[in-house]
């Protein structure tokens, strides 16, 4: 039972208006990631940028631009215990204000050195912000909105992507050296944003209990609940986590990375896979490849820069669709349907390179939006959903920080090998990445369970682990869902025999012997 004794809730936002307060501020974080991403690609074809670092060759450009991704990597992995030591509030400020100097060094560089200097800070603040922001939305959504909370958070990161696209190609209207520095120093004030606002968000109630504050936690979960201490599904909520910390720690084998590894082998192989294939799936090929591919069909100088950002505004558009149908459809059959799509268009834009025809350059053109639409619609928001979901609250720091690690490290072997792979293998470089999208079904299809409207306490039995479960805390989630449980099984059996092939086919691992115990079955 609940002993936590609290007055009534002193917060002005509470419920509903409170959840998506939270997640307008905690997604400023995936947002000057995608920010940070995308602002280079404008600025080092400017004539100013160039001719302040002295016409840069393509090695120094490309270190420029790469060596962010070697700080985020480096930090994601640390990310893991700083996320469990100072919690996901502690980390989230750490990250926005390391991510702030960052940006400020490099705003006002007075060299190349000095630019990579500053690009090095801004990717260890990146590598934290994008670790910890998807935990922190994980923790404080309900099951029945968790999904479309986190993709909500997705389409910011591409918001910030494009964000940046407008941002360089406005700038160049500038005659001087603002026309850079203008778009850099805008990391400043959005970083400083995201900082003050992680100073009033309240941290993840999972974590407070974890760490002992229950009455600290409580608060949290009852403001999230609408206020009200007596709230039976708050109440409900705390005490599965609480529970659900009491066995782990009863287990007592620790927290090490190697207690992770041997209990939840499979679990951290999938959160590592979805963020592998996320790169291997060729975004990052298709994102170099665009600006090319603009000027080849016609648009030059500033009309590319113009052109690319069109294109991000459709990237951005695709990432809506997700916020309804990821907890409608599922996870399992937006992956499946994504990678069917993005393979299909990385198909075509390798043979209309083959036959390489006066229409090649707008055919091209049309299949890497339609790719980008793909991407941002699965492959972009689902591998930052599913990690955390996966994760239990004793390793979830820690597993989310490698599968983000692996990210980047993905991220960075594609974005290194791309050039050489387009002078040699030319055509080819789509089609292979096209045959990694279909590796990429195949995984999805026979491994990846269902994990929509499942709370983050019952997710064992979606992983086939209930003898776990042996403990008194196990109930129903009642935030998620309040009908009967005879009702509930009923629908799920008549749904399964009454489903078509197609649907059988997309749903194939759909959790069909997890149910939530509901208090008439403890």
Same mark, same amino acid.
């Not at 640390?78 to 215990?81: D, E, I, L, S, V």
């Not at 918001?159 to 500038?174: E, H, K, L, N, Q």
């Not at 390179?353 to 055919?363: K, R, V």
């Not at 209930?466 to 998620?480: C, P």
């Given at each position: 039972m609940v002993d936590v004794a609290l007055s009534p809730s002193r917060r002005k936002l509470v419920g509903q208006p409170l959840l998506y307060a939270i997640s307008v501020f905690a997604s400023l974080g995936v947002f000057l990631f995608g920010y940070d991403q995308g602002v280079m690609s404008g600025i080092i074809t400017g004539p100013y940028f160039k001719q302040f670092f002295n016409t840069p060759g393509p090695i120094e450009i490309g270190t420029m631009v790469a060596v962010l991704e070697l700080g985020a990597l480096a930090t994601s992995i640390?990310?893991?215990?700083i996320g469990d030591i100072i919690g996901r509030k502690g980390t989230l400020l750490t990250g926005a204000i390391v991510f702030t100097i960052g940006g400020a060094i490099q705003t006002f560089t007075t060299g190349f050195y000095v630019m990579i200097v500053g690009r090095v800070?801004?990717?260890?603040?990146?590598?934290?912000?994008s670790t910890i922001v998807p935990i922190y939305?994980?923790?404080?959504? +309900?099951?029945?909105?968790? $999904?479309?909370?986190?993709? @909500?958070?997705?389409?910011?990161?591409?918001?910030?992507?494009?964000?940046?696209?407008?941002? *360089?190609?406005?700038?160049?209207?500038?005659?001087?050296?603002?026309? &850079?520095?203008?778009?850099?120093?805008?990391?400043?004030? %959005?970083?400083?944003?995201?900082?003050?606002?992680?100073?009033?968000? +309240?941290?993840? +109630?999972?974590?407070?209990?974890?760490?002992?504050q229950d009455v600290a936690g409580m608060g949290v %979960?009852? *403001?999230?609940? $609408? $206020? *009200?201490?007596?709230?039976?599904?708050a109440q409900a909520e705390f005490q599965e986590i609480k529970d659900k910390v009491i066995y782990e720690r009863d287990l007592g084998e620790g927290r090490s990375y190697a207690v992770m590894w041997k209990k939840y082998k499979r679990r951290v192989l999938l959160a590592m896979s979805s963020q592998a294939f996320a790169q291997l799936n060729g975004i990052n090929v298709i994102s170099y490849y665009a600006p090319s591919v603009f000027e =080849?069909? $016609? &648009?030059?100088?500033?009309d590319a820069v113009l052109m690319t950002g069109i294109n991000a505004i459709i990237y951005t558009l695709s990432t809506l669709p997700p916020w309804y149908l990821v907890d409608r459809w599922g996870r399992r059959v937006i992956l499946l349907s994504g990678a069917v799509i993005m393979g299909i268009a990385l198909g075509f834009t390798g043979w209309w @390179?083959?036959?390489? %025809?006066?229409?090649?350059?707008?055919?091209v053109v049309i299949c890497v939006i339609v790719f980008n639409a793909a991407f941002g619609y699965s492959w972009g928001p689902i591998p930052w959903l599913y990690p955390p979901e996966i994760m239990p609250l004793t390793f979830r720091s820690k597993g989310v920080s490698i599968s983000t690690a692996t990210n980047w490290a993905f991220n960075f072997i594609v974005g290194e090998t791309t050039p050489y792979l387009q002078e040699v293998i030319t055509w080819r470089l789509y089609p292979m990445h096209g045959f990694y999208c279909a590796c990429s079904f195949i995984l999805v299809y026979f491994l990846y369970p269902e994990t929509t409207g499942v709370p983050l306490e019952e997710m064992d039995a979606v992983f086939g682990e =209930?003898?776990?479960? *042996?403990? =008194?805390?196990?109930?129903?989630?009642? @935030?998620?869902?309040t009908r009967s449980p005879s009702v509930r099984a009923g629908s799920r059996r008549k749904a399964a025999t009454e489903r078509g092939w197609v649907s059988r086919l997309l749903y194939r691992d759909d959790r069909s012997t997890y149910q939530p115990i509901g208090e008439g079955d403890e």
């Open positions: 640390a990310a893991g215990r800070i801004s990717g260890c603040g990146v590598g934290l912000l939305q994980s923790e404080i959504s +309900p099951p029945n909105h968790r $999904g479309a909370l986190a993709c @909500m958070e997705f389409t910011c990161n591409v918001f910030g992507y494009a964000t940046s696209v407008w941002a *360089d190609y406005f700038c160049s209207f500038i005659e001087s050296d603002l026309s &850079w520095r203008i778009p850099l120093f805008l990391q400043c004030v %959005i970083g400083s944003i995201l900082a003050a606002g992680s100073l009033v968000i +309240p941290e993840s +109630p999972r974590w407070l209990i974890d760490t002992d %979960i009852v *403001d999230l609940h $609408g $206020g *009200d201490p007596n709230n039976i599904l =080849e069909a $016609g &648009w030059l100088g500033r @390179m083959y036959i390489d %025809i006066p229409a090649t350059p707008n055919a =209930e003898e776990r479960l *042996d403990y =008194e805390s196990e109930r129903a989630s009642l @935030m998620s869902n």
